[in-house]
C-alpha cells in the first residue's frame, strides 16, 4: 500500500506541466470573459489546435481547446488567436487561426503541418483562400511551374481585391507570406473600405510577433589564463568586455540560443629579473666586473576574439532562474603584442589565434532582462608559435536585452 502511494505521488508530480516559452498575455472565453495569465507559446502548428495557459495567481498550466475559448492573445500587442471555422479541402476544420489583420477585408493564417493557408474574408462573410508550401516559398522564383501553379491560387483572393490593380499583381508577383500578404490586405483596405468605422481596426505587431528575436547581450568579467612554449611559462589575470547578440525563437521556445559576440580583453604581463647586465669597473686600466644588474620585461596586447556559439537554458523546478550551458568556436588576433623593456620595445604580433570555449552557469531574472553568470573554460592555439598552448578560466556576467 505504501508503496502504491509513493508512486501515486510521483505520478502526480510527473505531470505537472513545464512551460518551454511562457509568455505574458489572455485568454478571452466564449462568455466573453477576459483572464489575465501567461500563454506558454509554442510553435505555429500546436498553437493552432490549443493553447497551454497558467492564470494569475495560480501555479499551473491547463490545456485550453476550441470548445473553451474564443481566442487567445499575447502582451503588448503579438500574436493573437481567435477561434474560426474554415473549409480545408473540401471539410470545414475549427481551430484557432492566427488573425494578422482586421478591417473590412480581414486576413487569417493558419499553419498545417508546413502548409500555409490565407483566408480573406469580407464584411458579407465571404471568403477567399491561399495556400503555400514551404517547399514552394523556398523555390518559387527558380521554377516557372511553381509560378503558374501559385497565380491559379491567387484568383479567388484577386477577385475579392480585384478594385486595386496594384494588389492584384502583387498577388502574383511577391512571395507569398504572412508579412506581404497583411501588406496588401492592409493597403487595400486603406484605400477602398466602404465601411462607417476604420478601414483598419486591428493589425498584429509584426516585430513583437516575428519568430526570430535578436537580442543585444553585454557582458563584462575576467579570466585566469596560462600560457606557454619551450621556453615559458606564465600565468596572469585578463579583464575584459564583450557586446553581441542572440538569437530566440518565440515560436520554438527559447530553450536554445545561437550567439555572435566580440570580444576584447587586455594582456598584461611582467617577466620578474627577464635580462640581466654584467657592471664593472675599471682601476688603473685594470676592467674587473662587480656585480650583475637585472631588469624586468612587460608584455602587452589585445586579445580579440569572435565567440560563435550557442547557449543552452534548462529548467530549474518551478523556479525562474535557469541553468545554462554554453558552447563556441573562438577565432580571433592577439593585437599590439609586444615585449616592453627599459631599453626598448620589441614588436610581436599580430598573430592569428582559434579556440574552443565550453562553460556553465545560471540566469536569474533582473527586471524585465536575464543576467547570467558563466563559469568558463577556454583552449587556445596560437598560430605562429610564440605561445604554443593557452588556456585558462574565466568568470563572465552578462546582460541581455
Known sequence: ??????????????????????????????????????????????????????????????????????????????????????????????FFAEFLLKGSISLYHLNDDGMHYYFLEDEDGNLAEIRQSEYENQNAEADSDLKRSRGLRV??????????????????????????????????????????????????????????????????GGAYWKMSNSFVDVSFLLPGIGIGFELDFPRLGRRLAPQVMLQCSRLSHTFKDYYYQDIYEEVDGVRTKVGTKTYDAKQEGYLIV?????????????????????????????????????????????????????????????????????????MLKQKGSYYDKINGLSLKVALVI
Open 155 to 220: 484568383y479567388q483572393a484577386s477577385q475579392m481585391l480585384n478594385k486595386s490593380m496594384q494588389a492584384v499583381k502583387d498577388l502574383q508577383r511577391k512571395e507569398i507570406t504572412s508579412h506581404n500578404l497583411t501588406a496588401i490586405v492592409r493597403q487595400y483596405n486603406e484605400e477602398y473600405c466602404v465601411s462607417g468605422g476604420d478601414c483598419v481596426q486591428f493589425e498584429y505587431d509584426e516585430k513583437a510577433s516575428r519568430a526570430v528575436k535578436p537580442r543585444l547581450r553585454v557582458e563584462a
Open 306 to 378: 569572435v565567440q560563435l556559439g550557442c547557449l543552452h537554458r534548462f529548467d530549474i523546478g518551478d523556479l525562474k532562474s535557469k541553468l545554462l550551458l554554453q558552447w563556441s568556436l573562438e577565432p580571433g588576433y592577439i593585437v599590439n603584442f609586444r615585449n616592453k623593456y627599459d631599453t626598448g620595445s620589441k614588436k610581436l604580433g599580430p598573430s592569428p589565434i582559434i579556440g574552443l570555449h565550453a562553460g556553465a552557469g545560471i540566469e536569474i531574472p533582473a527586471g524585465s532582462h536575464p543576467l547570467q553568470f558563466i563559469l568558463g573554460y577556454d
Open 1 to 94: 500500500m505504501l508503496l502504491m502511494i509513493i508512486m501515486a505521488v510521483n505520478g502526480v508530480r510527473a505531470q505537472k506541466y513545464k512551460p518551454i516559452n511562457p509568455v505574458k498575455g489572455f485568454i478571452i472565453t466564449h462568455a466573453g470573459d477576459t483572464i489575465q495569465g501567461t500563454i506558454d507559446y509554442l510553435s505555429e502548428i500546436k498553437c493552432a489546435s490549443g493553447c497551454m495557459f497558467m492564470r494569475d495567481g495560480e501555479n499551473d498550466y491547463r490545456h485550453y481547446t476550441t470548445d473553451d475559448l474564443q481566442a487567445y492573445r499575447l502582451l503588448n500587442n503579438g500574436v493573437f488567436y481567435v477561434r474560426r471555422s474554415f473549409p480545408i479541402n473540401g471539410l470545414n476544420r475549427t
